[in-house]
């Protein structure tokens, strides 16, 4: 393959990766990039946000955020270890596109969000390679 078509492929998009991975730990619809206006309605809840990172020729080294809603802070807590512990835990792969590697750059902490809906807030980087060539 030559340097160019191997530049044409496009590194996974992390948002579509992290919401197909993790919907079956949280459950269907209740993972996306936004909070719905009911989100009270809709707890459980997990929101995934790429906040930053870089790429390279090889490597695109996305920095994450997964947020974890929950009604309560046990339930928040330990449904965000889960979530932490499954990340963290073996090798991602959804459709198309696999992380090679999941560093953690925050553990899961709660942070404000509004009363009777609390949330737990880690940060990770996920590193993946461009999608073969199909």
Same mark, same amino acid.
């Given at each position: 393959?030559?340097?160019?078509?191997?530049?044409?492929?496009?590194?996974?998009?992390?948002?579509?990766?992290?919401?197909?991975?993790?919907?079956?730990?949280?459950?269907?619809?209740?993972?996306?990039? /936004?909070?719905? &206006?009911?989100?009270?309605?809709? !707890?459980?809840?997990? +929101?995934?946000?790429?906040?930053? @990172?870089?790429? #390279? *020729?090889?490597?695109?080294?996305?920095?994450?955020?997964?947020?974890?809603?929950?009604?309560?802070?046990?339930?928040?807590? /330990?449904?965000? &270890?889960?979530?932490?512990?499954? !990340?963290?835990?073996? +090798?991602?792969?959804?459709?198309? @596109?696999?992380? #090679? *590697?999941?560093?953690?750059?925050?553990?899961?902490?709660?942070?404000?969000?509004?009363?009777?809906?609390?949330?737990?807030?880690?940060?990770?980087?996920?590193?993946?390679?461009?999608?073969?060539?199909?």
């Amino acid at each position: 393959m030559s340097d160019l078509a191997d530049l044409t492929r496009r590194f996974p998009d992390v948002h579509v990766l992290l919401i197909e991975v993790l919907t079956p730990l949280i459950g269907a619809g209740r993972v996306a990039t /936004q909070t719905p &206006a009911d989100l009270a309605q809709r !707890l459980p809840f997990a +929101r995934v946000t790429r906040t930053g @990172g870089h790429s #390279d *020729r090889l490597s695109d080294h996305a920095r994450v955020d997964v947020d974890v809603f929950h009604k309560t802070y046990t339930e928040g807590e /330990q449904l965000a &270890a889960r979530v932490h512990e499954f !990340l963290t835990g073996q +090798r991602l792969r959804a459709g198309n @596109g696999r992380v #090679d *590697r999941v560093g953690v750059d925050a553990v899961p902490i709660e942070l404000p969000w509004a009363p009777g809906i609390r949330r737990f807030t880690g940060r990770y980087l996920l590193v993946s390679r461009r999608a073969p060539a199909r």
